[in-house]
């Protein structure tokens, strides 16, 4: 079946531009998790959808940072008024429930690099 | 909270040779632990896991890691490489939640 993918692949943009990130999960995987990989860095959480409970935001790294989630499936990454700090991978995952144990499925990445 | 250092950056190694990848980790809580491998140009996908039982655990292409509780470790190694497994090695760990903490990732490459 089809794998996580993610779109645009890369996005350059100017400083003080919002950008979308979309996310389309593995059908059927309930749970979906953003992470940001920064150069040289390992990826570091941002933001945990399961089903229809409230998502867990505590990775998000400032206000300007947003992601909804329409039922179990497309996620958005909004990143508002875009800072060149903000440049890095961007990559989305989704797993079955969310349990800790299970594997979490990635995407390819959407590449950001804010000039 | 739960962290994980990768201790070395590069590791270049030549084709047949063993390679042998650290992790080593801190948790306040029991973990499950992961090796996650992106190939070039492709996504992240999961190498192997420890949940519990046997320390030991192997994945299809040759890799094993050992999870060994009093030295916090859980390090990767294949006895023999191939051009193929040149690629960035992750580990991480999952504590009380479901929230991956990654390490900084390490670079294999494979020479002839």
């Known amino acids: 079946g089809a794998g996580v993918s993610q779109s645009p692949s890369n996005k350059v943009t100017e400083k003080g531009k919002d950008v979308e990130l979309r996310c389309d999960p593995i059908s059927g995987h309930t749970a979906l998790y953003w992470y940001r990989q920064r150069l040289g860095q390992g990826l570091e959480f941002l933001i945990y959808?399961?089903?229809?409970?409230?998502?867990?935001k505590s990775g998000l790294p400032s206000d300007r940072f947003s992601a909804e989630r329409t039922g179990e499936s497309v996620s958005t990454l909004t990143i508002q008024r875009t800072q060149q700090e903000d440049s890095a991978v961007y990559l989305c995952?989704?797993?079955?429930?969310?349990?800790?144990?299970?594997?979490?499925?990635f995407g390819p990445g959407t590449r950001l690099l804010v000039l | 909270a739960q962290s994980v250092t990768q201790l070395d950056s590069q590791v270049p190694v030549f084709e047949e040779a063993p390679v042998e990848l650290r992790c080593n980790y801190s948790?306040?809580?029991?973990?499950?632990l992961f090796w996650y491998v992106q190939y070039p140009n492709q996504g992240l996908q999961l190498l192997l896991k420890y949940l519990s039982g046997s320390t030991l655990v192997e994945s299809i292409n040759g890799f094993e890691a050992e999870f060994n509780k009093s030295q916090t470790s859980f390090h990767l190694r294949k006895p023999s490489v191939h051009i193929s497994d040149t690629a960035e090695y992750f580990c991480?760990?999952?504590?009380?939640?479901?929230?991956?903490?990654f390490g900084a990732g390490t670079t294999v490459t494979v020479r002839a």
């Open positions: 948790s306040s809580v029991s973990v499950y």
């Open positions: 991480a760990v999952s504590g009380y939640d479901y929230k991956l903490s």
């Open positions: 995952a989704s797993s079955l429930v969310g349990s800790r144990e299970e594997t979490q499925y």
């Open positions: 959808f399961q089903g229809n409970s409230a998502p867990d």
